[in-house]
């Protein structure tokens, strides 16, 4: 048996994806663009909109990073984790440089507040899952704690 923790895509990834797929579009209805380049923009925007990347933690403890394309498994490496002493749950704001187009304007930088399960052993952390959700964030915590036999130290948020 396995636990995934699917990774979060970021936001410009997404917003590049559809950008590249419209304009894709657009060439392949109103331009006689060469077949080439409507390739390229295409395999590019596929690729872009379905790629997801996840964590996967086993019972004996081989972890896999896996990306997969649309839900298929594109690719699988072994990831080398250290067996946690403990797991929590932290809340963290992350935040990214909007340093260009339009966003720019309103602001140098944006910021979203997540909430991370941390596995740790001595003074060394890895964080394996992170959600704005406290709640999907707080089962998946659980479930792992259980599942690996690890204590959950629950943090007041």
């Not at 979060?8 to 304009?23: D, H, Y």
């Not at 250290?82 to 963290?92: E, G, H, L, Q």
Request: charged residues 20%.
């Amino acid at each position: 048996m396995t636990l995934s923790f699917k990774q979060t895509k970021p936001l410009t990834v997404k917003i590049l994806g559809a950008f590249l797929f419209l304009i894709f579009i657009f060439f392949l209805l109103k331009y006689n663009a060469p077949f080439s380049q409507l390739i390229v923009l295409f395999i590019l925007s596929f690729v872009l909109l379905g790629y997801s990347v996840s964590f996967e933690v086993s019972e004996n403890f081989k972890n896999y990073r896996c990306i997969r394309l649309f839900g298929v498994l594109f690719f699988k490496q072994s990831m080398t984790i250290f067996f946690p002493d403990y797991i929590t749950v932290f809340s963290a704001s992350f935040s990214q440089n909007a340093d260009w187009s339009s966003v720019a304007a309103l602001g140098k930088e944006r910021s979203n507040v997540f909430f991370v399960i941390k596995l740790f052993k001595d003074n060394k952390h890895f964080s394996i899952f992170k959600s704005t959700s406290y709640v999907d964030v707080d089962a998946k915590a659980r479930e792992l704690s259980e599942f690996l036999n690890v204590p959950y130290k629950a943090k007041a948020l």
